[in-house]
């Protein structure tokens, strides 16, 4: 077992150095730096537990005990600087940190006037100054630790319409890996209140030491979050920065754009005479930010002009126009000696996988399907 904490917290510790000193990181890049610290800390303080330095050591008592309100806001925020383009932490978001800041403002006093012996005789259960206040922390960290994950993947929900309205590609910049953690560490949460309520509130005696069960699964959420954030691409990286993300929208919701009708009609007119002669789709990371300044548009009036006048998102909108250039080139005879793939990636797609799906969904069919048609 010290082979999984010691792994655990050199871990830690390692990614946190390795995304502080990530090339071009930004702020989700910051946060889940200092959550991965904060789980390093939370593991190695429990491991001094386990290896009983906390008898010989009295003073390490309580030293993190607010540690486990941290992990739902910090996890709430790296989802919310992940979905928007925010460049710094403002004071609001500061808040999400207030129980955890009461916690050990309350614990002052027993963190400087108790004894050596005090604290020493608290832990052991001897002293029950706390117990009270203990089970008040305990209760919060369940309530925490259930509702932040659901807050997280709440905002989720809106990720796919955010990246389908701004990007004609989702590769690298996916976050199902993020939902998947979210999954994760709400259902930790979960167990961890279903087992103190079974050992702490009904006396139920479980027969091994469940405390190991949950920091093992910590190490492996580490691993996997640490991994995954360090391969993650900031959706607003690449010059796309805040001026140019439109948040989706409803056609109800642009009567007050002030774009009046023949106006969105000329631009639309624009917008089909630049896609057909210059072609930009063939671009594969094409994002609305670029297509609005070589057009001379906003972003918001070209996100309003694609979506009522074509009906579709700006991803739907100019996978659209890579389909039919792929159907052009794969009608060429000069062509036929090139591949699917080969072809694919002439039309602006950037990946195979992304190539089938996108087709499929425009013909009703597979690349091979329509091939073997066309060749019929």
Request: avoid cysteine; glycine fraction near 6%; aromatic fraction near 18%.
């Amino acid at each position: 077992m010290d082979a999984v904490f010691i792994i655990g917290i050199f871990l830690s510790f390692f990614l946190f150095l390795l995304l502080l000193r990530k090339k071009g990181k930004s702020l989700p890049d910051k946060v889940l730096a200092w959550w991965i610290l904060v789980m390093g800390l939370h593991l190695l303080s429990y491991y001094l537990y386990y290896l009983d330095f906390w008898t010989r050591y009295p003073h390490l008592v309580g030293v993190t005990a607010p540690f486990p309100l941290l992990h739902g806001p910090l996890l709430y925020l790296y989802t919310l600087f992940s979905l928007r383009p925010q460049s710094r932490i403002r004071y609001r978001n500061y808040l999400h940190f207030v129980p955890a800041a009461l916690v050990y403002i309350y614990l002052s006093r027993f963190y400087f006037f108790y004894s050596a012996e005090q604290k020493a005789l608290l832990d052991m259960g001897a002293i029950d100054d706390f117990a009270v206040f203990t089970n008040l922390v305990l209760a919060s960290f369940v309530i925490s630790g259930i509702t932040y994950p659901v807050m997280a993947y709440r905002l989720m929900g809106n990720y796919r319409k955010l990246i389908d309205a701004n990007f004609s590609y989702d590769e690298r910049i996916s976050l199902n890996w993020l939902k998947y953690s979210i999954w994760w560490i709400g259902l930790l949460f979960l167990i961890v209140a279903v087992v103190t309520l079974l050992r702490d509130g009904l006396g139920y005696e479980f027969g091994f030491n469940v405390d190991l069960v949950f920091y093992s699964m910590i190490v492996l959420f580490i691993f996997g979050l640490g991994y995954s954030g360090i391969r993650h691409r900031d959706i607003f990286s690449d010059n796309t920065g805040e001026e140019s993300i439109v948040e989706p929208k409803t056609p109800g919701e642009y009567k007050n754009s002030g774009l009046d009708s023949e106006k969105a009609f000329q631009f639309h007119q624009e917008l089909l005479k630049y896609m057909k002669d210059q072609k930009p789709f063939l671009e594969p990371k094409l994002t609305l930010g670029n297509l609005s300044q070589s057009l001379g548009l906003s972003a918001n009036h070209l996100s309003q002009v694609i979506n009522q006048y074509e009906g579709v998102n700006f991803h739907d909108f100019v996978n659209k126009h890579r389909v039919e250039e792929f159907k052009k080139l794969a009608a060429d005879p000069y062509l036929k000696h090139f591949n699917i793939l080969a072809l694919a990636l002439d039309a602006g797609f950037n990946s195979k996988s992304s190539f089938n799906m996108v087709f499929k969904k425009h013909e009703g069919q597979t690349p091979s399907q329509f091939i073997n048609e066309f060749n019929a």
